[in-house]
């Protein structure tokens, strides 16, 4: 399998050839793509990770879009991060995961404001 970037007639694109058969994807069809792969992924075995793995390099996006809103069927809130190639992801967490997800961002927090000589 072959996935390139393409400049097809002045429209950005990308070129997947398996076994020399070829698709071009526009960024809709692209976007389309990553989200149904994301939801087959989904239900693969073995599983993602619960826990990042240390030997893996992920690709981290520095300062993403973030929103929050309250979650319309249950107690808790949603939480979209925008990932610039992956798009939008929603995590609903309830209330216990955003109390733990609360303390967990005020040590880091705390401590970089502290590093920083801003915490009395």
Same mark, same amino acid.
């Given at each position: ?33 990553? +989200? ?6 989904? &239900? &693969?075995?073995? +599983? ?20 929050? +809103? ?26 216990? /995961? ?11 927090? +705390?401590? /970089?404001?502290?590093?920083?000589? &801003?915490?009395?």
């Amino acid at each position: 399998m072959n996935i390139e970037r393409v400049n097809e007639y002045g429209q950005q694109a990308i070129r997947i050839d398996i076994e020399g058969r070829a698709v071009l994807l526009d960024a809709s069809d692209l976007d389309a793509m990553i +989200e149904h792969l994301g939801a087959l992924r989904a &239900m &693969m075995r073995p +599983e993602v990770p619960k826990e990042p793995l240390r030997t893996h390099q992920y690709v981290v996006e520095v300062d993403p879009c973030w929103h929050t +809103e309250k979650h319309p069927l249950h107690d808790g809130a949603v939480v979209f991060m925008r990932h610039s190639g992956l798009g939008w992801a929603g995590f609903a967490l309830p209330t216990d /995961s955003l109390a733990k997800l609360h303390h967990a961002l005020t040590q880091h927090l +705390e401590a /970089s404001l502290e590093v920083h000589g &801003m915490l009395n």
